[in-house]
């Protein structure tokens, strides 16, 4: 798996344990960003630096490859993707800093996942779920290529909209046919 991608305007790197400050201050502790995702605020950095530490271990299984999202001219983090190879039903997720949403930046990492995903994976479908509330991330899907597949097709818990099982879009991809 490639340890960097990069695009136009990105650089999809591995994280590094460097990258703690920069997670934890820039969205990993902002209920906003969170409040769609399926952890908590974390409240310290503390609780960053142990995520940190589970990417690498995900790497060196192999079970999945979270990549820091920094801004081609700086290595600071600004969010993360996630490609989730034996999961085609949540295969793919992603988060960024509030300050940068609305700049499409989250629809480039995405296609350039899903790029490797078909190409250098040989994922045949990318799935995600995402809280029916979430317009904003079933946006990025849409604009990639992704197709709601069905009101409701995932359940998935989201402690920070009421910490109840809740209702989601369910969002496919398949690769382009040749």
């Not at 192999?62 to 989730?84: F, H, K, N, Q």
Request: aromatic residues 10%.
């Amino acid at each position: 798996m490639h340890d960097i991608i990069e695009t136009e305007r990105l650089r999809l790197r591995r994280p590094v344990p460097e990258d703690a400050e920069s997670i934890f201050v820039g969205y990993a502790q902002d209920p906003d960003v969170t409040r769609y995702l399926s952890w908590v605020p974390h409240a310290s950095i503390e609780e960053t630096r142990a995520f940190l530490e589970r990417c690498e271990d995900y790497w060196s299984e192999g079970s999945s490859y979270p990549w820091v999202i920094t801004l081609v001219d700086d290595d600071d983090a600004v969010g993360m993707i996630e490609l989730r190879p034996d999961d085609p039903q949540d295969g793919v997720g992603f988060v960024l800093a509030r300050e940068l949403w609305g700049h499409a930046y989250v629809t480039e990492a995405l296609q350039a996942v899903l790029h490797l995903a078909c190409n250098e994976v040989g994922m045949e479908r990318v799935g995600a779920c995402c809280h029916i509330a979430n317009r904003a991330s079933a946006r990025v899907m849409e604009k990639v290529g992704m197709k709601q597949v069905s009101r409701g097709g995932c359940v998935g818990m989201y402690p920070n909209a009421g910490n109840q099982p809740e209702e989601s879009f369910f969002y496919s991809w398949t690769p382009p046919s040749p």
